[in-house]
């Protein structure tokens, strides 16, 4: 289910069947004020969006309604586009699947800094060999008619 999608039946949040392949969580997730623009921008136009409190000299991705640093509001006009490349903050290597099952190749997770935030996803298009803290990196986005409006919207992230 996609951020933005509703759940029409709220009985299919009350419980779990263990025998289920997926947990069923259906509710509507809210991303809040900030986070439903964010993801839009991420949708329709491919765009990663934070917002950066001056008083501060912090830009957050994604974006925020408030400075978690001194409670100022950010807004519209504290909107920065903060393109769609970063740097490798920190990375590893996943074995093991959600159900806790040896994957035949691991998965690889970074942490990946772009302006002051970091943003957790996957690298795509590289190896073991050719990681490094501190490469540039930039998201690979699913093409538009595929997006959903959620994180998942970006494939992966792949170096420079
Ligand atoms: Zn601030």
């Not at 586009?81 to 690889?108: A, C, N, Q, Y």
């Not at 996957?122 to 060999?129: F, Q, S, Y």
Request: net charge neutral.
């Amino acid at each position: 289910m996609a951020i933005l999608e509703r759940n029409t039946r709220n009985i299919d949040n009350r419980y779990w069947n263990p025998g289920a392949e997926a947990f069923p969580v259906k509710n509507r997730y809210t991303a809040g004020v900030a986070g439903q623009r964010f993801f839009e921008e991420l949708k329709e136009n491919g765009r990663l969006f934070g917002s950066r409190c001056e008083d501060c000299n912090i830009t957050y991705v994604p974006a925020r309604i408030y400075c978690e640093r001194c409670f100022n509001r950010l807004a519209d006009k504290d909107w920065v586009d903060v393109g769609t490349e970063g740097t490798i903050f920190s990375f590893t290597f996943v074995h093991e699947s959600k159900s806790g099952e040896t994957k035949e190749s691991p998965s690889l997770i970074a942490a990946i800094k772009i302006a002051d935030s970091l943003l957790i996803h996957r690298l795509g298009e590289t190896d073991e060999d050719s990681l490094q803290i501190g490469i540039r990196v930039k998201a690979k986005l699913k093409p538009q008619a595929k997006r959903k409006g959620g994180i998942e919207d970006i494939d992966y992230f792949k170096p420079l």
